[in-house]
């Protein structure tokens, strides 16, 4: 099933509760972007004492660090993460995270930026939940979509006709036709949520319009 999935890039609690509080009824799943200012240029607000407070939504933790081990390591007693998304381009051993991320008993997703190849995500498909592929640069809402990316996401699909296929970076009322047709199924949106003349809540009523009919 096909699904939208929020995703949050914020720099303070004050402006992630203000985009939290305007979609929370209309969500039960929130992608939190965490960025550590090495991996990508752009640093972001992540406190996991906050996240708990909101026990009616599941986050998933779309890791753009250089080191997942020690991001993992924060969010351990934080209840309400279901799924933590990292790079296969981190610095960290893949299979190290894959263990970390398995013992706290949430799901894996490995990301892959535009340029890296399908063939390094073989060795781990099947320890993983989710692959999400990047449809921009990672680190910055509002980049132009990178259109090469759909005949990827095309192959992978063919090659693993099961399992979820996340995309993120630009997905919007005209690129999430392009997305789904390649075989995507989890979305994760941010500007096209937060970041125009309209309301969240107007916004998310017509991307579900969108890939429900």
């Given at each position: 099933m096909n699904q939208i999935i929020p995703a949050i890039l914020v720099h303070s609690e004050e402006q992630f509760?203000?985009?939290i509080n305007s979609i929370?009824?209309?969500?039960?799943?929130?992608?939190?972007?965490?960025?550590?200012?090495?991996?990508?240029?752009?640093?972001?607000?992540?406190?996991?004492?906050?996240?708990?407070q909101f026990t009616e939504i599941t986050f998933e933790l779309h890791l753009?660090?250089?080191?997942p081990l020690e991001e993992i390591d924060r969010w351990k007693n934080t209840p309400n993460i279901h799924r933590?998304?990292?790079?296969?381009?981190?610095?960290?051993?893949?299979?190290?995270?894959?263990?970390?991320?398995?013992?706290?008993?949430?799901?894996?997703?490995?990301?892959?930026?535009?340029e890296t190849s399908l063939e390094a995500l073989e060795p781990y498909i099947n320890n993983l939940d989710e692959v999400q592929f990047m449809t921009i640069h990672p680190g910055k809402?509002?980049?132009?979509f990178l259109p090469e990316?759909?005949?990827?996401?095309?192959?992978?699909?063919?090659?693993?006709?099961?399992?979820?296929?996340?995309?993120?970076?630009?997905?919007d009322e005209t690129t999430i036709p392009q997305?789904?047709?390649?075989?995507?199924?989890?979305?994760g949106i941010g500007s096209a949520i937060f970041g125009n003349e309209k309301t969240p809540t107007e916004n998310i009523r017509t991307l579900k319009q969108l890939i429900h009919g």
């Open positions: 509760r203000t985009q929370k009824d209309h969500t039960n799943l929130v992608q939190l972007d965490i960025a550590d200012g090495i991996f990508v240029d752009n640093k972001t607000w992540a406190d996991p004492n906050v996240i708990q753009m660090v250089s080191h933590f998304l990292f790079h296969l381009e981190c610095a960290d051993p893949i299979a190290d995270v894959i263990v970390k991320i398995k013992e706290q008993h949430r799901e894996v997703g490995l990301v892959i930026n535009p809402q509002g980049q132009p990316v759909l005949k990827k996401i095309q192959a992978f699909r063919n090659k693993h006709p099961q399992l979820p296929i996340g995309v993120d970076g630009h997905i997305v789904l047709s390649a075989g995507a199924t989890r979305l």
